[in-house]
Nanobody, 120 residues
Framework: VQLQASGGGLVQAGGSLRLSCAAS????????IAWFRQAPGKEREFVAA????????YYANSVKGRFTISRDNADDTVYLQMNSLKPEDTAVYYC??????????????WGKGTQVTVSS
């Protein structure tokens, strides 16, 4: 599976962005998909994840209620809708796919990141 994240940009605090993760490969619908982010000087952290069917979704406490993850298996795409953005959401965002646990160790494929910058 090859993944390509897009949709990042510069936004003011309180604004919104929608990230997309486009996948190639016929087996996309089998994979758990997750978003991670890494801010300068910080460790990579989990943001959100979605099950293969889209029925189950998981969020980091820091984004719960503000971010929504969704997927369209017909288009092999996962989305991350980010609302009420805060300066602390500034980071490079990565999407990943895996068959294991919903953490970085469970991901088998990673896309290149997309930069999200939230100004105060």
């Amino acid at each position: 599976v090859q993944l390509q994240a897009s949709g990042g940009g510069l936004v003011q605090a309180g604004g919104s962005l929608r990230l997309s993760c486009a996948a190639s490969g016929r087996t996309f619908s089998r994979y758990r998909i997750a978003w991670f982010r890494q801010a300068p000087g910080k460790e990579r952290e989990f943001v959100a994840a979605i099950s293969p069917s889209g029925f189950s979704r998981y969020y980091a406490n820091s984004v719960k209620g503000r971010f929504t993850i969704s997927r369209d298996n017909a288009d092999d795409t996962v989305y991350l809708q980010m609302n009420s953005l805060k300066p602390e959401d500034t980071a490079v965002y990565y999407c990943a796919a895996g068959l294991g646990d919903y953490d970085a160790d469970g991901m088998d494929y990673w896309g290149k990141g997309t930069q999200v910058t939230v100004s105060s």
